[in-house]
């Protein structure tokens, strides 16, 4: 289905592809791995046709379709005008078959596992439905070639499943796939072949059922790691001491989203939220932050009751959110590295440049952020890469109280060891960390009391040294089973 031969490119500073070839067969799953920077994106770009090598080919004999990274939807436009945006349905004459639309836009997402109306503007979605939308997208593409760019890394465990059972039907109706991600436990359930990029040049292609998780993390990293990140992450976070709590919700409340939310978190503690997609863990941790206040119950820092009605005030108050969608609220694109990286922390009207840019490399290193100048554009790097400047830019504003949204989300598994050393030194400095997670390893691992949210409500509090993923998922699944 898909020839690439001998395929590079340089973009100022770095060369992301270097001579990279690879085939792809008719209905079979290609799964493409390495670490944040390593070139994924680059590679489907141009094989989608967005982007243009420097050298080198790219034959295809179907129709693409590509599932981005960075979602981009048009957010102004419904679901189903995001779906079928460009080949719409059309009556006689080219009128717009709106009925038609709505339908197929309808069943594409059933087929998905998801209720959504296709009327929804888009701006409404929580960024996992987004990402289904994107999905239901591709499917009505038809395309013969679908290249996925880590298209789980938002959605929820049931839509995961919906996904890799369109996978499997897909693959048998011929259809190529190529998948993205950096989660081991997908790559060995869905793909037949695993190519491995590390610095922009071809490392391996091998069959998946001759490789295992070590065998791959070598491939990746290009040495073993001494442990695997998960294990890394347990033996580091020391049992943290029980002061006094810094943030305490009492009754919070906000109408469909939350409600009778209360807890308390306490200086140098991990306290974990588990929940599924649209338990309303975000829309808790916004409120906290002031970016979409509750309707009713307080908040209390250090015992006193305060008002958060906007970021500002969060701020000030010694609280710090790195955001699940770094687009909307995270990174200024256009933007250099370095602003981006000292943008929350600067104060007053002089800059000390040389100041300035000592802090900033000293967070790129700190975070190994892959890049070649810091002042290049923070659009320019790759999306595990942007994920680590809005948490070192987090950092910077030093906040007393950090919550962190799916701070790990894109991050490779390196990478994601370093982050998760960095939580556990942030707590034992003190700092207070709420940490929301979807991945229960990481929960388990890194909490020291863990919360579990389900349709807005907090409805378990777990010892995570205790607590096994399965008893999280009863507690976080709905009821009724829909
Ligand atoms: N438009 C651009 N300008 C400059 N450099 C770029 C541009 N796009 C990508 N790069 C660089 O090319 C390299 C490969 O990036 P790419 O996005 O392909 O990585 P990736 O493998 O997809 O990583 P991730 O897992 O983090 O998504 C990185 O060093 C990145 O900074
Ligand atoms: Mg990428």
């Avoid at 065998?215 to 033996?235: D, P």
Wanted: with cysteine; glycine share 8%; hydrophobic share 45%.
């Amino acid at each position: 289905m898909l020839q690439v031969r001998n395929l590079s490119k340089s973009f100022p500073g770095v060369r992301a592809l270097d001579n990279v070839s690879l085939d792809v067969a008719a209905g079979s799953v290609h799964a493409l791995m390495g670490e944040n920077g390593a070139g994924k994106s680059t590679l489907m770009r141009i094989v989608s046709g967005l982007d243009t090598a420097d050298t080198g080919e790219v034959r295809c004999s179907g129709r693409i379709a590509m599932i981005h990274q960075e979602l981009m939807p048009f957010r102004d436009l419904t679901v189903a005008e995001n779906i079928f945006m460009g080949q719409e349905p059309t009556r006689r004459f080219g009128w717009l078959d709106k009925p038609a639309m709505h339908r197929e836009a309808q069943r594409l997402l059933e087929h998905l596992g998801m209720t959504l109306s296709p009327a929804r503007p888009m701006r409404e979605l929580s960024v996992a439905q987004m990402q289904t939308v994107e999905i239901a997208k591709a499917l009505a593409r038809r395309a013969e070639l679908l290249i996925m760019d880590e298209p789980t890394s938002a959605i929820s465990e049931h839509e995961v499943e919906a996904l890799f059972k369109i996978i499997r039907d897909l693959k048998q109706c011929g259809v190529a796939i190529i998948y993205i991600s950096h989660k081991m436990d997908e790559i060995f359930r869905t793909a037949d072949t695993v190519t491995v990029l590390r610095d922009g040049r071809h490392v391996a292609t091998q069959p998946a059922a001759e490789l295992d998780e070590a065998k791959l993390i070598a491939l990746m990293v290009g040495r073993e790691l001494s442990h695997a990140a998960g294990t890394a992450a347990t033996t580091m976070v020391v049992a943290a001491s029980v002061p006094d709590a810094v943030l305490e919700v009492r009754a919070l409340t906000k109408p469909g989203k939350f409600h009778n939310i209360n807890f308390a978190l306490r200086r140098g503690e991990i306290l974990g939220v588990a929940g599924l997609m649209g338990a309303g863990r975000t829309d808790l941790a916004h409120a906290i932050f002031g970016l979409a206040p509750a309707a009713s119950g307080e908040i209390l820092i250090n015992g006193q009751p305060v008002r958060i009605r906007r970021p500002a005030d969060a701020l000030a108050r010694g609280i710090a959110l790195v955001s699940e969608d770094r687009k909307e609220f995270g990174l200024v694109p256009m933007m250099s590295l370095k602003h981006n990286i000292t943008l929350a922390s600067l104060r007053g009207w002089l800059i000390d440049h040389r100041a300035e840019n000592r802090v900033a490399d000293e967070q790129i290193r700190a975070l190994s952020i892959k890049s070649h100048d810091r002042n290049q554009s923070v659009n320019t790097l790759s999306g595990g890469n942007q994920q680590k400047v809005v948490i070192a830019k987090s950092l910077l504003t030093a906040p007393a109280i950090l919550i962190l949204d799916e701070p790990t989300r894109g991050i490779d598994i390196g990478a994601k060891a370093e982050i998760h050393a960095i939580i556990g030194r942030l707590a034992r400095d003190g700092k207070a960390v709420l940490l929301i997670s979807s991945e229960l390893p990481e929960l388990l691992a890194l909490s020291d009391r863990l919360l579990v949210m389900r349709e807005g409500i907090l409805t378990a509090e777990l010892d995570p040294r205790r607590a096994t993923q399965e008893e999280i998922l009863q507690h976080a699944m709905p009821v009724s089973g829909e």
